[in-house]
């Protein structure tokens, strides 16, 4: 099963917004092939509607992904430092938790 175009046909090297707009994750990720990937690279430089879509995504995946790996760096740490201190006794057991 990999017949590709089952939608209307499109002109030489062209590629319709919608079909810009299905694949634009996936070229953000990097994961589409070359052929398709340049169809959306050259639609996006003529078509300030996806373009904007692109950029707003680009930036979402951006801003998400600094604050996810920068939290679990530190609470990885965090954790980690924690756990060692724990181990070798350098963190003395909680105090004046009875009564
Ligand atoms: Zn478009």
């Not at 175009?5 to 090297?13: A, L, M, Q, R, V």
């Not at 919608?18 to 052929?35: A, F, G, K, Y």
């Not at 740490?77 to 105090?95: D, K, N, S, T, V």
Request: aromatic share 4%; glycine share 8%.
């Amino acid at each position: 099963m990999s017949e590709s175009c089952s939608g209307e046909p499109h002109e030489h090297g062209m590629m319709g917004c919608e079909e810009v707009l299905v694949h634009i994750q996936t070229w953000i990720d990097q994961q589409l092939e070359d052929s398709v990937s340049g169809l959306v690279s050259s639609h996006l430089s003529r078509c300030p509607v996806c373009d904007s879509e692109a950029q707003t995504f680009i930036r979402l995946k951006a801003a998400l992904q600094r604050q996810r790996s920068a939290c679990d760096e530190i609470v990885v740490e965090r954790l980690q430092m924690f756990g060692m201190r724990l181990c070798r006794g350098e963190i003395p057991p909680p105090a004046g938790t009875s009564d």
